[in-house]
């Protein structure tokens, strides 16, 4: 299984999406702020991360990431639609707030290649 980053400041949601990733059998690592990501050493397959973040937005964030890892992959969540330029390159996928676990796990399964 795969090692996840989620960035998210809303609590409530970033332990929503940790268990339901976990329940997946994934390695969930939890940040709410975009400085915790980056003093992160580990090595990742995928990051969820929210578009509003108070330091950084999420895509700038996944780009920093992107330098550890090309083609890291993204689901980027927001409560508002981002203007198209402001998503990450691919592989990268849009999630719109209040989302399904299920829309979650769609995500992490279609950029992982998992057709569980």
Known sequence: MATI???????????????VLQKRGHTVVGCSTAREALALHATLDLIVV????????GR??????R???A?????????????????PTPPSMFLQKPMLPSAVIHAVDTLLGNSR
């Open 5 to 19: 980053l989620v960035v998210d400041d809303e609590e409530p949601i970033r332990q929503l999406v940790t268990r």
């Open 50 to 57: 929210d578009f509003i973040l108070p330091e950084v937005n």
């Open 67 to 69: 330098k550890r890892r």
């Open 71 to 87: 083609n890291l992959p993204v689901v980027l969540m927001s409560g508002y639609l981002p203007q198209p330029d402001l998503l």
């Open 60 to 65: 700038d964030l996944a780009e920093e990431l």
